[in-house]
């Protein structure tokens, strides 16, 4: 059974910035794909970043990128997610998610749509 245990999160000023962690256990593979997507009330849900384990390819959304990064931990069990510079807009609940398997270049779609998940953490941002 695959299990994601999130930390981080919290209320950070416009500007600030934040850390998110996420570790999985449970995955068999080798080659996941592993990342972040977020919600936000009334808003459609968004996949933010993602990061193959075996090769670190990553994929941002356009709205982060240049602000967030995405790396691994040596074992590739632990996924992290880099905030900065951080606006109202990126205020939501974030998700981290896992999934066996390579999907090419679109592993933030497969993700969303059938990505093992955390039960996510809030992230509030204030000016």
């Known amino acids: 059974e695959v299990h994601l245990e999130e930390s981080g999160g919290g209320s950070v000023q416009t500007g600030g910035s934040l850390s998110l962690s996420c570790t999985a256990s449970?995955?068999?593979?080798?080659?996941?794909?592993m990342g972040w997507f977020r919600q936000a009330p009334g808003k459609a849900r968004e996949a933010v970043a993602t990061?193959?384990?075996?090769?670190?390819?990553?994929y941002f959304a356009d709205s982060v990128k240049g602000r967030f990064s995405i790396s691994l931990d040596n074992a590739k069990t632990t996924v992290y997610l880099q905030m900065t510079s951080l606006k109202s807009e990126d205020a939501a609940t974030y998700y981290c998610?896992?999934?066996?398997?390579?999907?090419?270049?679109?592993?933030?779609?497969?993700?969303?749509?059938?990505?093992?998940r955390g039960k996510g953490t809030q992230v509030t941002v204030s000016s």
């Open positions: 990061i193959y384990t075996d090769d670190g390819n990553t």
């Open positions: 998610a896992a999934l066996e398997g390579y999907f090419g270049n679109t592993c933030h779609l497969a993700l969303q749509e059938r990505g093992y």
């Open positions: 449970g995955l068999t593979y080798t080659y996941n794909c």
